[in-house]
């Protein structure tokens, strides 16, 4: 069983937008935090967005926030990435990830994240 099912992504020019989807098993879903990380050629995976699947709002990197968009759908145990005015360094292959509820630490910090889906490729040509 795959936990975690990632579709999206592909090519665009500077300024468009790209939605990705990470569509999760419910039982990875259900009281867990939903995040999306990126790694760019030559840079460490970063924390993009996150949220809680059972309640608050997302939280955003700044160099996402403004332009990115997580949501959910709770019925489909899915979380969606919607990247506006996507820009040459936002290139990179992108991963959504898992963790239980109660996990501590930074929501946007790989610590702590038990599931993980497989890399998005995202390529934004200027």
């Known amino acids: 069983q795959v936990d975690l099912e990632t579709s999206g992504g592909g090519s665009v020019q500077a300024g468009g937008s790209l939605r990705l989807t990470c569509k999760a098993s419910a039982s990875t879903y259900t009281k867990s935090c939903m995040a999306w990380f990126r790694q760019g050629p030559g840079f460490s995976r970063e924390g993009v967005a996150a949220?809680?699947?059972?309640?608050?709002?997302?939280h955003y990197a700044s160099t996402a926030s403004g332009r990115f968009i997580m949501s959910q759908d709770n019925a489909k145990n899915t979380v969606y990435l919607q990247m506006n005015d996507l820009k040459p360094e936002d290139t990179g292959m992108y991963y959504c990830a898992a963790r239980p509820e109660g996990t501590s630490g930074w929501v946007l910090s790989e610590r702590g994240y038990t599931s993980w889906g497989q890399g998005i490729q995202v390529t934004v040509s200027s």
């Open positions: 949220l809680y699947t059972e309640d608050g709002p997302p």
